[in-house]
């Protein structure tokens, strides 16, 4: 049963994309804007939605889709006509009263091992979140492309996304297509163009571009299962009725896509093996790691099409061991914090380096720079080849350190406005047990 929910300020501020870019564009609502967005945030947003406006799309460059990641399309639910929609992802107020439990996707394995879902799909896609991807959008559009910014249910079985993006493809009239996918984005284009090989869409898109997208799996997936990964933890920390091993357990651990994003194998460790697992705490679902084995086969390989651009110098879960019942986590500098470096390559895809945090990629002024080179020439000079960060001093910690790092509740009415975003914001940052101590 959905409880009635208030509408909330993020309720009011969920905007359709072209309606904020339009807003934006004009200077209208700057009150509204300011106080949701920030002044800073909405100054720089301004400012590139101007030089958007100024622009004419060029019918020589190829139509860029634009593919979120995990969690960067929002949720929510219909409401009467003439009221906003229910905004779930990402409305704090909502976290704040335990309401994550309904993003839980219930459902049955089928026999082609999909997860069917149940009355909770009535969520909806709610477009794209604004902060992560709109200031890459109008950078682009400056630069002359049209873009198209991709939403879809993050919590589902990336092949059967994947086909729906397929068919979206299909049905673009555009001569030329481009798909820039960010973290699990960059999944979801090889899902659709593995189901579009031969055809003549497939023979239309004529660049792949994946951001920190974790082509040989994510550690950060199997933290989330285990109830210590920051972001997780995070947000049980301002949720008054759940704690985070409450939310791995009623809610994340329901996502095939997560476990889709899990490293099959790690040395002679089998992730996709629930006795690889520690027998306590947070367990994941056997049946769910069974039916991800085998993802990675099913995806398109690379071809002179495909370029990563790969964050580096963040504090990163770079390895995983089992030390009795806990997992042991190697943590270094080679990565972008969430996703490592070596499992953000991909054969036969060229490689760019960017020192960047994960969630910032898309936001970061350069990737974009380098990434309308590319999509334009299929080259750049704004990002090198090799990564010049180095690795730094590794060191590990587990499960039960980082769960403890995270155990105190924040008091989110307690926090102002600027603090409010300030949190948000870093949701995905390394948390203190990441960095070396100071020698």
């Not at 992560?132 to 002359?144: E, I, N, V």
């Not at 055809?199 to 933290?223: E, H, K, M, N, Y």
């Not at 760019?352 to 898309?362: A, G, M």
Request: glycine share 8%; aromatic share 8%; hydrophobic share 45%.
């Amino acid at each position: 049963m959905i409880e009635a929910a208030e509408i909330s300020v993020y309720d009011r501020m969920c905007w359709p994309t072209a309606q904020l870019e339009a807003a934006l564009e004009r200077g209208t609502h700057q009150r509204e804007l300011r106080a949701y967005l920030g002044a800073a945030e909405y100054a720089a947003l301004r400012s590139l939605a101007l030089r958007a406006a100024r622009t004419r799309p060029n019918p020589a460059l190829p139509r860029v889709y634009v593919l979120p990641g995990i969690m960067g399309t929002q949720l929510g639910f219909a409401r009467p006509a003439g009221q906003p929609a229910d905004l779930l992802w990402l409305d704090p107020s909502d976290i704040v009263q335990g309401r994550l439990a309904q993003l839980r996707w219930d459902g049955q394995l089928a026999p082609s091992a999909q997860v069917t879902p149940s009355a909770h799909s009535r969520l909806q896609t709610l477009g794209v979140i604004p902060y992560s991807y709109l200031p890459l959008a109008l950078r682009l559009r400056a630069a002359g492309f049209e873009v198209v910014l991709y939403e879809y249910d993050w919590r589902a079985d990336l092949h059967v996304q994947g086909a729906q993006l397929a068919a979206c493809l299909q049905a673009d009239a555009a001569p030329r297509l481009a798909l820039l996918g960010h973290s699990m984005g960059g999944l979801l284009a090889r899902s659709a163009l593995a189901q579009l090989a031969g055809t003549s869409t497939d023979q239309r898109i004529s660049a792949v571009c994946g951001l920190g997208t974790p082509q040989g799996g994510a550690f950060a997936a199997v933290q989330a299962l285990r109830a210590s990964y920051p972001f997780v933890c995070r947000l049980a920390a301002i949720d008054e009725r759940h704690d985070a091993m409450a939310l791995s357990r009623e809610v994340f651990d329901g996502f095939l896509s997560i476990y889709q994003l899990i490293p099959a194998v790690n040395g002679r460790l089998d992730l996709l093996d629930a006795r690889s697992w520690p027998r306590r705490g947070a367990q994941p679902v056997a049946a769910l790691l069974a039916a991800a084995r085998g993802f990675g086969a099913r995806l398109a390989a690379a071809d002179a099409r495909f370029v990563s651009i790969i964050g580096t110098g963040q504090r990163t879960v770079t390895g995983i061991a089992r030390r009795g019942e806990q997992f042991r986590y190697e943590i270094s500098a080679a990565g972008d914090g969430t996703v490592a470096a070596a499992r953000a390559t991909l054969p036969g895809a060229r490689n760019h380096y960017v020192r960047c945090e994960h969630s910032e990629l898309p936001r970061n002024e350069r990737v974009a720079a380098a990434l309308i080179g590319l999509l334009r020439t299929g080259r750049t000079r704004v990002l090198p080849q090799r990564s010049i960060a180095r690795p730094g001093r590794s060191l590990y910690t587990s499960d039960v350190a980082l769960q403890r790092r995270f155990a105190r509740k924040v008091d989110w009415h307690a926090l102002s406005s600027a603090a409010r975003r300030r949190y948000l914001r870093q949701l995905s940052a390394p948390p203190p047990e990441y960095r070396p101590p100071r020698s």
